[in-house]
């Protein structure tokens, strides 16, 4: 043991690499690349660090390439999922007693470990198994990763600073507890970072996880695992359950031991889980801690002041609107252009879009690769489908294609809508699908205002003017619609510590992963008094005669 005050490292966002070509980090990763692809690796259920193959498998395929098999997924069941909370309560008081130093430096340490020889594996498995570019793998797998990692303990150990008042003779303490139970953690496929955040942010406060990877993410998923593991996170803190989501969800929230649910995932899929912790409310230890990051339908707003900016304005659309093929819950989805400027805007975004190349991630040339699987394929066809069939209220201006021969690849996609209200508008796609409405200048604030209330999400958004009275008018009308609000920039890209990330209305609880405000959600306090000179007498003074 250490007698000492510690203080973790202060926590710095991990730098960027450029992958040029030459760079030692494109020439680790394409070394990676080629390995991991020429593997075909078993992915097992975890529980108390034992391996369990089930033998209800599943293939971990390539987006871009389907018929490449990356690994045989073992799927977890119900019993599978009583073993792990058997296994995780087993270990709860003792993971809650290691101080909290201790804690701090084996997530410390998995953060240096993904920064140095983790990060071409991570990154590679991101590409291969969720279709992303190097970029796209690098700025997700690999630094929003790291900074989860560093800024959370940082995070925590200014909550566990957080204590209050004491009066004369007196201490008053705050003891930060870990929930009662364990925390069910759900992740998407698309950030292997959210998933690596939602397992860990509430083990970092002490708690033990159940972690739900998606399956077509579990490649990534399996090398986490594998990553916090090397750090020397002790088995049963964090148990891994792939699997079919009522399959694992169903058991895992009939537990009385539930304490808390960390997801990341569609709001259909959230507010039934929701649904399910209301009706068993009454079998519950406690009132679980319900955090989740949901859709979105993510705008951009251009006013007629940014007619000077169109170049910057087109390229926020095609990147936020397209890179990682639009499946980001952050992606721009829906742009509200002034007449005065769409002929401009219209010119440049196809132009910015025909360069766009798209095909396999392990081409470093593409900008784009394969949306995830058959379903969100077949999802954003349908949608592509209504506009082409949209008559004089849909129009495609580039786009409109989609191949699935050789992977699930949808050419970026603008269609321009008379209806504001339309379902391209309106529904979350979560594809490389933008929807364009063009307005009357002078119809600015009324449009605003539509843009408020056409979509049920409030997660991002963004508007572009140089008129600062404009954009003060759109922070006004539209202060409800985004948890994360740009001004001449994309809605995408937020960055841990910098900009806390999450939404409202059916976008989610808002608990803004990237900051202290999550982490309180994973501890359950216990306020703790101690008098120096406890009262001796009965009467009080006011009782004197």
């Not at 957080?162 to 925390?183: A, C, H, I, K």
């Not at 148990?239 to 537990?255: C, Q």
């Not at 006004?476 to 985004?482: K, S």
Request: glycine letters at 8%; proline letters at 7%; one cysteine or more.
């Amino acid at each position: 043991m250490i007698n000492a005050i510690a203080r973790v490292p202060p926590p710095q966002n991990e730098p960027i690499l450029p992958y040029t070509p030459g760079a030692p980090e494109r020439t680790a990763l394409q070394a990676t690349l080629q390995r991991m692809a020429s593997e075909r690796i078993e992915i097992p259920v975890i529980i108390g660090g034992k391996h369990i193959r089930t033998g209800k498998t599943d293939p971990v395929r390539m987006p871009h390439k389907h018929s490449h098999v990356l690994a045989t997924l073992h799927e977890a069941d119900a019993s599978h999922v009583e073993q792990a909370i058997q296994n995780a309560l087993s270990v709860k008081d003792e993971w809650a007693r290691i101080p909290f130093t201790e804690r701090a430096a084996i997530f410390l340490r998995a953060a240096e470990l993904l920064a140095t020889r983790y990060r071409p594996i991570l990154n590679a498995a991101t590409m291969l198994g969720q279709s992303k570019t190097a970029h796209q793998a690098e700025i997700d797998a690999a630094c929003e990763a790291i900074d989860f990692l560093r800024f959370n303990v940082h995070f925590a150990e200014r909550l566990l600073a957080e204590q209050p008042l004491s009066s004369p003779q007196t201490w008053n303490l705050m003891d930060y507890r870990p929930l009662d139970g364990f925390v069910f953690a759900v992740a998407p496929f698309n950030f292997t970072s959210i998933t690596l955040n939602l397992a860990t942010a509430p083990a970092i406060m002490g708690n033990v996880v159940l972690l739900k990877p998606s399956s077509t993410s579990a490649f990534s998923s399996w090398y986490i695992m594998e990553l916090l593991r090397e750090a020397g996170l002790p088995d049963g803190v964090i148990n891994f359950l792939p699997g079919d989501g009522p399959t694992i969800g169903n058991p895992a929230l009939a537990s009385p031991h539930l304490g808390g649910i960390h997801f990341t995932g569609s709001t259909p899929t959230f507010q039934g889980m929701w649904r399910t912790v209301g009706e068993n409310i009454h079998r519950y230890k406690q009132y679980p801690r319900l955090v989740g990051e949901t859709g979105g339908k993510d705008f951009i707003f251009a006013h007629a002041s940014a007619a000077d900016d169109v170049d910057a304005l087109a390229t926020a659309i095609v990147r936020g609107g397209f890179e990682y093929q639009g499946q980001k819950c952050s992606a721009a989805s829906r742009v509200y252009v002034p007449e005065s400027l769409w002929p401009k805007l219209k010119a440049r975004v196809q132009e910015f879009t025909a360069e766009l190349r798209m095909g396999d991630v392990t081409d470093f040339r593409n900008f784009m690769g394969a949306v995830i699987d058959e379903k969100s394929f077949k999802r954003v066809s349908s949608y592509i489908e209504l506009a082409k069939q949209g008559g004089s209220e849909a129009t495609i201006i580039t786009g409109g294609d989609a191949d699935r021969s050789e992977g699930w690849f949808v050419k970026p996609t603008v269609v321009q809508l008379t209806n504001p209200r339309h379902r391209i508008m309106q529904e979350e796609i979560f594809a490389p699908l933008v929807g364009v409405h063009v307005y009357p200048d002078a119809r600015f604030e009324e449009t605003l205002r539509e843009c408020d209330q056409t979509a049920a999400y409030a997660l991002t958004g963004a508007v572009f003017a140089r008129d600062r009275k404009a954009i003060s008018t759109a922070m006004r009308e539209l202060r409800g619609t985004a948890g994360n609000f740009y001004i001449n920039d994309k809605p995408t890209g937020a960055v841990v510590g910098q900009q806390p990330f999450g939404g409202s209305r059916n976008s989610g609880t808002n608990d803004k992963a990237g900051s202290m405000l999550n982490l309180v959600r994973w501890t359950s306090p216990r306020t703790i008094k101690e008098n120096f000179a406890p009262p001796t007498r009965v009467p009080y003074p006011f009782m004197q005669g």
